[in-house]
């Protein structure tokens, strides 16, 4: 199984940004994924999830009503679109895959991990 996230990048605060996660080695449809962020000095956090389907999705408070998750089943490919763009988001963004159909907030049950991506937001 490998995952491979986009480039992130550099974005003015305010801004917006996607982020694309591409799946392989898997039935993609199958299972939930999530993304996670660490910050300079602290540990990774959960960011958002979505469900096999792409019907459920769940987000950290710190990011609820700016990001969004989403999914292409056909394309293998799972998303972070992120607007208003705040300094405290600047972090390394890993995606993540679940061996399950639903998400989840913890990461010890994610069992694939991209190689994560870089996203500074300047002030």
């Known amino acids: 199984v490998q995952l491979q996230a986009s480039r992130g990048g550099l974005v003015q605060a305010g801004g917006s940004l996607r982020l694309s996660c591409a799946a392989s080695g898997l039935i993609f449809s199958n299972y939930a994924m999530g993304w996670f962020r660490q910050a300079p000095g602290k540990e990774r956090e959960f960011v958002a999830s979505?469900?096999?389907?792409?019907?459920?999705?769940n987000y950290a408070e710190a990011v609820k009503g700016r990001f969004t998750i989403s999914r292409d089943n056909t394309l293998d490919r799972m998303y972070l679109q992120m607007d208003s763009l705040k300094p405290e988001d600047t972090a390394v963004y890993y995606c993540?895959?679940?061996?399950?159909?639903?998400?989840?907030?913890?990461?010890?049950?994610?069992?694939?991990w991209g190689q994560g991506t870089l996203v500074t937001v300047s002030s």
């Open positions: 993540a895959i679940r061996d399950y159909s639903r998400g989840t907030i913890r990461e010890y049950e994610y069992s694939y």
């Open positions: 979505i469900n096999w389907s792409g019907s459920i999705t």
